[in-house]
């Protein structure tokens, strides 16, 4: 069973920046495609990026481009989302998730069907 942790989270101003991590034990990250998703309440959750295992390809949504940066690091385990230049409506609870072994390849990987997931880590954007 992959155990996923996100942190990062916190409050920040307008323009600000976080940069989250997704976080696991034992089992290696790189063999897995991993996605960001965030949730704000009353709302569907959304894909925010993603990157694929097989080829490095990443996702962002429209709303997150050009602020959001998804990346690994593979020696210390790490899946991260850096964020910048935050507005108000980035406020969600983040989450990582991660599909099974081998179960997606191809297309774009926000649209990968993704198996484990985080708790969650709150991002609140407020002046």
């Known amino acids: 069973q992959l155990q996923l942790v996100e942190s990062g989270g916190g409050l920040v101003q307008p323009g600000g920046s976080l940069r989250l991590s997704c976080a696991a034990s034992?089992?290696?990250?790189?063999?897995?495609?991993i996605g960001w998703f965030r949730q704000a309440p009353g709302k569907e959750r959304e894909g925010v990026s993603c990157?694929?295992?097989?080829?490095?390809?990443?996702y962002y949504a429209d709303s997150v481009k050009g602020r959001f940066t998804i990346s690994r690091d593979n020696a210390k385990n790490l899946v991260y989302l850096q964020m910048n230049s935050l507005k108000p409506e980035d406020t969600a609870i983040y989450y990582c998730?991660?599909?099974?072994?081998?179960?997606?390849?191809?297309?774009?990987?926000?649209?990968?069907?993704?198996?484990?997931w985080g708790q969650g880590t709150q991002v609140t954007v407020s002046s």
């Open positions: 998730a991660a599909d099974s072994l081998f179960k997606n390849s191809g297309g774009d990987c926000i649209l990968y069907e993704y198996d484990y």
């Open positions: 034992k089992f290696t990250l790189d063999y897995y495609n």
């Open positions: 990157i694929s295992r097989s080829d490095g390809n990443t």
